[in-house]
């Protein structure tokens, strides 16, 4: 089973559409976070959830915005996608602090074009 | 504000010889170090926690507060080694944020 398993592995779409990437966790954790990897393999976070509680990158554009139906999932839309929004997204999970770790899934390649 | 240094992108060893990979970190209280590796086209792992102590597929990483450094080190490096590295220290909010890795790669 799966622990952190985003969905699509894989998505290519032109600018300005809208897209959404989904993300779920069986483990029971009460964090979830999303993360961008750029082409330079650099990380950042984005966005953290946490009991309804946001805490967003004040860098991410607003034009992301997280939806956290429940514990289980925190998925990641993007409005007017821009050419630069191309990078793997990874989510990931932790329980409480994160002291024993994230848990990541395996990624969402998306390409704009 | 934390803030993680890995100052080599890239890095290369012979298989067998030693391998130490840098981090260094400025943080103001006490920081939670994590190392995290991604092989070739998989998710990120946790590889180890300096909490913890333990040693991870012959990984150590001591957390060194003098010299503000938790650097990634194995005696024995091996070909399946090869991956990004990422030290990530757990900031604020309890985020991790993460180094901009280091890339292993193991010589033959």
């Known amino acids: 089973d799966t622990a952190v398993s985003q969905t699509p592995k894989y998505l290519v779409t032109q600018m300005g559409n809208d897209k959404s990437i989904k993300c779920e966790q069986n483990?029971?954790?009460?964090?979830m976070y999303w993360y961008k990897q750029d082409s330079k393999k650099f990380l950042k976070i984005m966005f953290s959830?946490?009991?309804?509680?946001?805490?967003i990158n004040e860098t991410v554009p607003n034009r992301f915005s997280p939806k956290s139906p429940d514990k289980a999932h925190l998925n990641l839309h993007i409005n007017s996608l821009e050419l630069g929004d191309s990078a793997v997204y990874f989510c990931?999970?932790?329980?409480?602090?994160?002291?024993?770790?994230?848990?990541f899934g395996s990624g969402t390649r998306l390409t704009v074009v | 504000a934390q803030r993680v240094t890995q100052p080599e992108k890239l890095l290369s060893v012979f298989k067998g010889a030693p391998v130490e990979l840098k981090c260094n970190y400025s943080?103001?209280?006490?920081?939670?170090l994590f190392w995290y590796v991604q092989y070739s086209r998989q998710r990120l792992q946790l590889l180890l926690r300096?909490?913890s102590r333990e040693s991870i597929k012959g990984f150590t990483a001591d957390l060194n507060k003098g010299e503000t450094s938790f650097h990634l080190k194995k005696p024995f490096a091996q070909e399946e080694d090869s991956a990004m590295y990422y030290c990530?220290?757990?900031?604020?909010?309890?985020?991790?944020?993460f180094g901009t890795g280091t890339r292993l790669t193991v010589i033959p």
């Open positions: 990931a999970s932790s329980q409480d602090s994160g002291a024993g770790g994230y848990t």
């Open positions: 300096h909490i």
């Open positions: 959830y946490n009991n309804k509680e946001l805490i």
């Open positions: 483990l029971g954790h009460d964090t």
């Open positions: 990530a220290p757990k900031g604020g909010a309890n985020n991790l944020f």
């Open positions: 943080y103001s209280g006490s920081p939670e």
